[in-house]
């Protein structure tokens, strides 16, 4: 599929870029000439796509990122501004699940985490984003959201209320700066090939395809088709979208 070509020489930070979805958004938009900020809480894994990314001959720079902690946040959008001076796009991907079970039985821990890393860093992120894009003439936010943002799932009502969180955090945020040259949208992929899908199916690509219309699992190239696409000019006139990439799913 071919990238939008008002990319070239963006600066776009991905957080959790160092695996999965993060990593595939990295490395697209190397190849559609934007600089890459990426935030990661693992450092080798981090560093190793910046490595990828400057083998397709891009730019990129990466700084170990907890998005749970404001600080974090605020300092990776600090990096963005030092190494390029600007600030045109965020895809703030990072986001985690722990195991199902019904809500009486969720460890507090476990509520905790997924709350202050899927919900909490994505309101961070937006945050330090925003205000580095209103000093930039404005820019576009992508937020990961899943399915569950607009569905429930049995047994992971913390998982689903931190991302019906973004979903609810997308739009009003689209509303807030619509008028001030910052768009933000949101993507809720479905069930998508990366390694923390591998480490709920034990590797088995199939055990959702009954549950999905086209019958198959989605690839990371087609999320990030999808996220390309919200960050660039040709969705000039999208904001507050929540854009499922789910096979079909969340249309029954």
């Keep these: 599929m071919p990238h939008p070509t008002d990319l070239q020489d963006k600066v776009i930070i991905v957080t959790g870029g160092g695996s999965g979805m993060g990593r595939d958004a990295c490395l697209a938009l190397a190849r559609a000439g934007a600089r890459v900020v990426i935030g990661n809480r693992r450092a080798e894994a981090g560093e190793a796509v910046v490595e990828a990314v400057r083998a397709l001959g891009g730019q990129a720079v990466f700084r170990v990122t907890d998005v749970s902690r404001a600080a974090d946040c605020a300092a990776l959008v600090r990096c963005a501004l030092d190494h390029y001076g600007r600030l045109d796009g965020a895809f703030n991907n990072a986001g985690l699940q722990r195991e199902f079970g019904d809500i009486h039985d969720t460890p507090d821990a476990d509520l905790s985490d997924v709350i202050d ?3 909490k860093g994505v309101l961070y992120m937006m945050k330090y984003e925003a205000a580095a894009m209103l000093d930039s003439g404005g820019g576009a936010i992508v937020n990961n ?25 997308t739009r009003a945020a689209a509303l807030d700066y619509a008028a001030r040259g910052i768009r933000v949208n949101a993507v809720c992929p479905g069930p998508i090939k990366t390694p923390s899908y591998d480490r709920v199916t034990g590797g088995d690509d199939h055990m959702y395809d009954e549950g999905v219309p086209m019958r198959r699992i989605g690839m990371p190239g087609e999320v990030s088709a999808a996220v390309l696409w919200l960050l660039s000019a040709q969705s000039s006139y999208v904001s507050g979208a929540v854009l499922a990439v789910d096979g079909g799913m969340s249309a029954g």
């Design 117 to 119: 890393i899927n919900l």
């Design 145 to 169: 959201s899943s399915i569950f943002g607009l569905k429930a799932m049995p047994r992971l009502a913390y998982y689903v209320a931190a991302k019906h969180g973004i979903v609810g955090a």
